[in-house]
């Protein structure tokens, strides 16, 4: 038996409101939207980092997106010391054998606490 062609197999639209739209009535039409959207990497975390550590995000419409400027410098140990957002705030990442003990931007400062395994026991901004 010959398989269905793709444009010959129906979609429910009823929740396409993202993406896809209701004229992706079949799945052809439907794999060729998905075909066009241009897709851009995003996390989840708005103060992570892409893979090449250079570039700090901001949130439009509650997602992160990533900022066209901003630096990183790192310590002689190669951890990241500070973040600076191009015309806006700069993170200082302060450690203590390597690892994070606080994060402030000038305004705020968020510290850890670290048991003997250097796991996070409690946190706190002040």
């Known amino acids: ?26 799945a052809q039409k439907a794999l060729d939207t998905i075909n066009d959207l241009e897709l851009v990497e995003t ?42 957002y191009t015309g806006g705030r700069t993170f ?3 450690r203590v054998v390597g690892y994070i003990n606080s994060i402030t931007d000038g305004v705020r400062t968020w510290t850890y606490s670290r048991d003997g395994d250097n796991k996070i026991t409690s946190w706190s901004v002040s």
């Open 1 to 26: 038996m010959a398989e269905p062609k793709a444009d010959k197999i129906r979609t429910d639209t009823t929740n396409f409101n993202n993406n896809l739209s209701v004229t992706d009535i079949d």
């Open 43 to 84: 996390e989840t975390d708005p103060l992570s980092l892409h893979l090449d550590q250079t570039t700090p995000q901001e949130i439009v419409n509650g997602k992160p997106r990533y900022m066209v400027g901003g630096t990183i410098t790192r310590d002689v140990d190669g951890y990241i010391e500070t973040v600076a």
């Open 92 to 94: 200082t990442i302060s």
